[in-house]
């Protein structure tokens, strides 16, 4: 009795889903009539393995349609620009351009769902941190085949070692945006107060220094914060192998992979953190507020954050602040600091080619072009000249806004960052001239980490990392911002499950790997 | 007296039958053509869950894996606190909905003065409007340790130390169980309503001439008529015991690490751990873990009341 | 059913007075906090009596001027669309259901029961829309996907007509020859409207709240946000930078720190919130009952 009733309901389904899969085939031959141009059957339900023979390319052939993901906010003049990078790039490579501008909440999500299901797209942003789950599942391609052969400008440019050095177990997955990729962390404090207390900035060398000047200023501002952020010391001493679990010590210089939440460096900083959340230096809220720092300083209501400087950082910042900031580099705690660059700093946000692109080769030759065609940058970067911006008189290549324009009227996308290549464009007014020199000099003044180019292959330990993960964001805000009631034993019950949680065998994953990489060097 | 077939029905011959039913069955093929390709189409994607997803192979043509995408769910050893945290947060809510929704439903249906009903009916339902993450800012507001209003003009007031409300698992339990009643009520309550509205008058007249009391009444007549709509929307809740809302667990008490010990919960786990990894296989897997075990428990319970009262059953 | 024992009347209106209360006062937080001075907003947090007020955020708000009301406008298209074919859907659908003798019944219930547990997740569900409806960068694509018919909708109405529109008048409605579709119209939608107005009133809601659809949906045409998207965004912003503030090149914190602060968000939710505050009071006269049912049977 039962059973024939569940035979029913699985029947009567059975027969439904039948129904509609039949309906579901209709519409999908009839949908591509109303998108004549650019339908495919590029699903990833029958998603075909085109990649394997690219179609040569000929003289006057139709031009290809690039769509290309960017990350910002929606501009003004955003589609005569767009038009005005699309004909560029007809001209110059016979391809068209279709951008899809995603915001920075949402790219992951969105992005995802794009790669998942097979949409439309070509390259695609890639932030360091999603590498290994789109190689894992197959969403993006290896660039090792067709950079050699069609991306040749760009190692000539950039060097093979940095124009490769996204890659995992020789699977290259992107190729870095050429920024400055050295950030040395360093304190941002109000000039105003500085002035008053009559500190001298070039003495500040270390966190350790800041608690003379916090007693200072609270003693005159008893009503402000120090203080605040998620993390209130962001003074980076090691490599962190890009998750923190297992790192490199030393600046990257010690090739044994530790665990850092274990080490007298960390407990050290703790330590300094709490010693100031209870002198009342640090903001109560700093492990919860959703407020950037800068608008708390705007409001009067803090004093200090400290923040990855690098060369033009005072300009943005004054603005952001509403008032005077000065800032001065910090080492570790002890006063010592090398400058040093790893993998994940140089790979922060690369470019890379989704799997559904119909035609990679072209794709390849798109960023090809993209990382060495100053117009190219400066039109995504800044808009029309003449539009969005104006030369500064009496440099070539100072640019500003025009004449009674201002944030807001016009293009503007200034993420220089994230584009393939800003160091051939231009440079917004208020920086030196010589900014792009500045930019190389400041990457080229650091110490590689002795892992630098390798990423180690996170597959066989998604398990391990969900929950690592889980325990990380458990921990690290409360005690970094010194909100742990007992530093020693949150220190102790972050270690204890996160060994729980696997952080052995992910340590010793990358101990091997590493060695392996390095023995292959 | 829901056996009793329809007299007419036996009257008729089968083309007859056909005939009389077939309207019916017109009458819901929009709605099913629209649950069939909303929901049913897409669960192909549950083998997702079973799958290590390669998108240049195709979700079809992926490796099986067999249940190793579910291994995370059991990897922390914070398992059983979120389990535990999941149910009994449901648990709470469900009970408390049904209690007060029905309560307040009673209370607003007997307001005489037309205007306050109208006032009432309306407030309930205002704070459904109120999306997670304004919810969150507002209880910030309250409980906020520097500037918050209870640290700050509450407590002083009443002579108390202020306390660090975002360090402290403990208050936390009351304060999301609260905010949860405060914003959900009004849905189950609105159901309550339309369900006492829908009762045939005549039956309170008579009870009336009886003599019998508020309670009384309540208890017989009213109670009894809206039991449907009662055991509807608890089955729904008991389904979804597994899932929470993911706003009022995260947004809500701010993602506050010292917290987790009371506001972590199965959604929350799954985003913190797969924030960064993005994988596929195992948010699906995580989805159908939690479908499967409020599956079961529906299944469970509706056989109970089918067992009580055949008619009241959902299916 | 209503009783008019004095006692009685002032004890539920003092309760229900409190309830007001509680509901009225965060709403108030809401209203203060967007017209308080946004560094006193930000130096002395929120209070009900700020010391210094401002209208900066909704000047904010009026600036992006076009972009609003556009969201607005279609907000109030989706709502409206959606919410007639939701209810209407799930009325004819629920009515059949209602019927203790419909053949099939139960299978259909659980039919309907079973998509409101398990479901094939977002990719799918993406996919089947996106790629093989077609209904992305559409209208569409916010008005189909997900909230077009709720299984749970569907339940609610069914449970309240099987219970409250007696089986009697079915068969005497069939007797006197009354087609299906008649009975549905003259009997079974002016019966069923305390509930149809209450499921109304939940899809209206979902559709008003959604932001889901505009996120995967709308990519490219972004002139189809609706004011929840506006909304989200800047708040998934916010948090994005919250979360990776240290790890982030300052060029890109400078672009995120144009997104409005807490102030202005308050305003837009309040602004996005003051429509329904309008006219909900407006169909609240719909939520009582339709028509006596005494007089149908009679």
């Known amino acids: ?521 | 007296m829901s056996t009793k077939p329809g007299v007419i029905d036996r009257r008729i011959s089968r083309f007859g039958r056909i005939k009389k039913w077939l309207p019916l069955y017109l009458m819901m093929l929009p709605g099913a053509i629209y649950i069939i390709v909303n929901n049913y189409i897409p669960m192909f994607g549950i083998m997702i869950a079973f799958k290590q997803v390669d998108f240049s192979k195709g979700i079809f043509a992926s490796d099986w894996i067999g249940l190793k995408n579910f291994e995370f769910l059991f990897a922390s050893e914070d398992a059983m606190i979120i389990t535990r945290n999941t149910i009994l947060y449901n648990a709470a809510f469900i009970v408390l909905n049904l209690v007060i929704g029905i309560i307040f439903a009673i209370f607003i249906c007997d307001v005489i003065n037309k205007r306050l009903k109208k006032l009432y009916q309306s407030a309930i339902l205002f704070p459904f409007l109120m999306s997670m993450v304004i919810v969150g800012y507002i209880v910030f507001a309250f409980f906020s340790m520097q500037n918050g209003i209870v640290n700050k003009s509450i407590l002083p007031a009443l002579g108390q130390e202020p306390i660090f409300w975002y360090n402290d698992p403990q208050y936390w339990p009351v304060i999301l169980i609260f905010v949860n009643t405060w914003k959900g009520v009004g849905y189950g309550c609105l159901i309550y309503i339309a369900a006492i509205n829908g009762i045939d008058p005549t039956y309170y007249e008579a009870a009336e001439l009886d003599g019998a009391g508020k309670l009384k009444q309540i208890w017989h007549i009213t109670l009894p008529c809206i039991l449907p709509s009662i055991i509807t929307l608890t089955l729904l809740g008991v389904g979804r015991i597994f899932y929470s809302d993911f706003g009022l667990f995260y947004q809500v008490p701010r993602d506050s690490g010292m917290l987790y010990a009371t506001t972590n919960v199965i959604d929350t786990y799954v985003y913190r751990g797969l924030m960064r990894q993005g994988n596929i296989g195992m948010s699906s897997a995580a989805g159908v873990y939690q479908s499967v075990v409020g599956f079961l428990l529906v299944l469970v319970s509706n056989l109970v009341v089918r067992k009580i009262s055949k008619e009241n059953a959902l299916f | 059913m209503v009783n008019r024992n004095k006692g009685y009347q002032i004890a539920i209106n003092i309760v229900m007075m409190i309830v007001v209360c509680m509901v009225v006062l965060p709403f108030l937080l809401l209203i203060m906090s967007s017209i308080t001075d946004e560094n006193v907003l930000l130096a002395k947090g929120y209070t009900f009596f700020p010391e210094k007020f401002s209208l900066g955020a909704y000047e904010y708000i009026l600036k992006s001027g076009e972009k609003i009301f556009r969201a607005y406008g279609m907000t109030i298209l989706i709502t409206v669309i959606g919410t007639l074919i939701n209810v209407g859907m799930s009325a004819l659908f629920s009515y059949p259901l209602a019927l203790k003798n419909l053949p099939g019944r139960r299978v259909i219930t659980f039919f309907v029961f079973f998509t409101m547990l398990f479901n094939g997740g977002l990719v799918p569900s993406y996919i089947m829309w996106s790629t093989y409806l077609g209904v992305k960068d559409t209208v569409f694509g916010l008005l189909l996907p997900n909230l077009l018919l709720s299984s749970m909708n569907i339940l609610l109405i069914r449970t309240y007509f099987s219970t409250s529109i007696p089986d009697t008048l079915y068969e005497a409605a069939q007797i006197d020859g009354a087609g299906q579709l008649r009975i549905f119209r003259s009997i079974v939608l002016p019966l069923g409207k305390p509930i149809l107005v209450t499921i109304g009133t939940f899809s209206g809601l979902a559709y008003w709240n959604d932001w889901t659809n505009g996120l995967y949906y709308i990519n490219k045409n972004t002139e189809l946000y609706t004011i929840q998207n506006l909304l989200n965004k800047m708040v998934s912003d916010l948090q994005f930078l919250a979360q990776n503030a240290t790890n982030l090149s300052s060029s890109a914190t400078a672009e995120l720190s144009k997104v409005p602060s807490t102030g202005v968000q308050m305003a837009i939710a309040f602004v996005a919130i003051l429509p329904i505050i309008i006219v909900f009071p407006l169909l609240q006269k719909y939520y009582s009952k339709g028509i006596a049912l005494g007089a149908v049977k009679g």
């Open chain 1, 1 to 521: 009795m039962k059973k024939s009733k569940l035979l029913k309901i699985v029947s009567v389904l059975l027969v439904l889903s039948l129904f509609v899969s039949v309906l579901a085939a209709c519409g999908d031959t009839t949908a591509p009539a109303s998108t004549p141009a650019n339908d495919t059957s590029s699903t990833a339900a029958d998603s075909t393995p085109v990649e394997s023979e690219p179609t040569d390319t000929g003289t006057d052939e139709e031009p290809y349609k690039i769509t290309m993901a960017i990350i910002g906010n929606e501009q003004p003049n955003q589609d005569k620009v767009w038009q005005a990078v699309n004909d560029l790039m007809l001209e110059e490579i016979n391809m068209t351009f279709e951008p899809i501008l995603l915001s920075f909440g949402d790219y992951q999500e969105q992005l995802r769902m794009m790669l998942s299901a097979g949409d439309e797209l070509d390259v695609l942003p890639i932030f360091y941190d999603q590498a290994s789950s789109y190689i894992n599942s197959g969403q993006i391609v290896d660039l090792a085949d067709y950079i050699y052969d069609y991306g040749q400008d760009i190692l000539n440019y950039m060097g093979e070692d940095i124009a490769t050095s996204g890659a995992v177990n020789g699977f290259i997955y992107g190729i870095p945006a050429n920024k400055e990729s050295n950030t040395r962390s360093g304190i941002v404090m109000r000039k105003d107060i500085i002035d008053e207390i009559g500190v001298d900035v070039s003495t500040l060398k270390s966190p350790r220094d800041l608690t003379a000047v916090f007693e200072q200023a609270k003693a005159a501002h008893p009503e402000m914060d120090m203080i605040s952020g998620s993390r209130v010391i962001t003074t980076e001493i090691v490599d962190p192998l890009f998750d923190w679990f297992g790192v490199l010590m030393d600046y990257g210089q010690d090739t044994t992979v530790t665990n850092y939440f274990e080490s007298k460096e960390y407990k050290d900083r703790a330590d300094l953190t709490k010693e100031w959340y209870d002198a009342g230096y640090v903001k109560l809220d700093a492990a919860t507020t959703t407020e950037t720092n800068a608008n708390l300083v705007k409001a009067g209501s803090l004093f200090s954050y400290m923040a990855p400087i690098k060369p033009g950082y005072l300009i943005q910042e004054n603005i952001n602040c509403g008032t005077e900031m000065v800032t001065a580099y910090l080492g570790d705690l002890d006063g010592g600091y090398q400058e040093s660059l790893w993998t994940s700093s140089v790979n922060f946000f690369d470019w890379g080619i989704a799997q559904q692109s119909k035609d990679k080769v072209k794709a390849m030759e798109f960023l090809n072009y993209a990382y060495n065609s100053p117009e190219w940058n400066n039109l995504m970067n800044f808009g029309i000249e003449g539009e969005d911006y104006v030369p500064v008189e009496g440099s070539d290549v100072l640019i500003d806004y025009p004449e009674g324009k201002g944030i807001g009227d016009a293009y503007h996308m200034n993420m220089g960052w994230m584009y393939p290549n800003q160091m051939i464009g231009k440079i917004w007014n208020g920086n030196p001239e010589d900014l792009w020199d500045q930019y190389t000099e400041f990457n080229k003044g650091a110490v590689l980490s002795k892992a630098f180019g390798f990423i180690y292959d996170s597959s066989s330990v998604a398990t391990e990392l969900t929950a690592l993960n889980s325990v990380r964001t458990e921990f690290m805000a409360s005690i970094e911002t010194g909100s742990v009631p007992d530093v020693d034993q949150a220190i102790k019950d972050f270690n204890d499950k996160l060994y729980a949680a696997g952080l052995q065998k992910v340590i010793d994953l990358k101990q091997e790997q590493l060695d392996a990489w390095l023995a292959a060097q």
